[in-house]
């Protein structure tokens, strides 16, 4: 029973992990119940649960360790430069992270920057779609997202 933290970006990104400290590593969960359930929206996309020694509680979590968390929004921050948007789920897992529904509540579409101030800071089962203004040319987080993850 952990917290797993889940991104989803729109097709493979070859190499995710070099975007971030060697110490997170991504697992491919797109065979998983949370990973059936995004490719149902969009087939291609390449869905990871990023751990660091087993799970993601000391960097998504509030109470988690400041370097860590500090190290993996400077790793999100590089991989979103390689794409327009992504998709972030946290979830505190009581059974197997293969088998277990995860109920989502509620989708928050954000901006970049506005996610990143946010992290560790979000909300359990909520999907935080997040968008990269420089693809997007727009001021907001809100309104229509052509690439679905």
């Known amino acids: 029973m952990c917290y797993l933290l889940t991104v989803v970006v729109p097709g493979r990104v070859g190499g995710i992990e070099t975007y971030f400290d060697r110490r997170f590593q991504f697992l491919d969960f797109g065979d998983s119940f949370v990973g059936r359930a995004y490719r149902k929206v969009n087939p291609s996309s390449a869905v990871y649960h990023v751990v660091s020694g087993g799970c993601s509680c000391d960097f ?42 995860v109920e989502v509540k509620r989708e928050e579409k954000v901006l970049l920057d506005e996610f990143l101030e946010l992290f560790p800071r979000i909300e359990e089962d909520v999907k935080y779609v997040i968008k990269n203004p420089a693809f997007w040319g727009r001021k907001s987080g809100k309104g229509d997202v052509p690439v679905r993850v």
């Open 60 to 101: 998504a979590k509030k109470a988690g360790r400041k370097e860590m968390i500090q190290l993996f929004k400077e790793g999100f921050e590089r991989l979103m430069v390689r794409v327009s948007v992504a998709s972030v789920l946290n979830h505190w897992y009581h059974g197997l992270c293969e088998e277990e529904q």
